[in-house]
């Protein structure tokens, strides 16, 4: 799966029950531990992350990064699917 600022596209091969299932666990679980995925370079770039442990910075990063008011209203919207080529 891959995923942009509007849309998510996922694996060949997957039937559309499969990813509807997908988006329903997605839908299913708490805002609270929906937290944004952080890349190592995200983690270096902090001022002091050498004084820092890597565990530490990454869930200092996800609060910054993490807006849950605008997750809860993302996850209540309507899903449109579209099946290319």
């Given at each position: ?24 666990s ?19 770039s ?40």
């Open positions: 799966m891959t995923h942009e600022s509007f849309g998510v596209t996922f694996a060949e091969g997957l039937s559309p029950e499969e990813i509807d299932a997908a988006i329903a997605v839908r299913e679980r708490p805002v609270d531990e929906l937290v944004p995925t952080i890349e190592e370079e995200a983690v270096r902090l001022k002091f992350a050498e004084c820092l442990p890597e565990d530490l910075a990454v869930r200092i990063l996800q609060r910054r990064l993490r807006d849950a008011e605008a997750l809860a209203w993302v996850l209540k919207q309507k899903v449109r699917s579209v099946k290319l080529g």
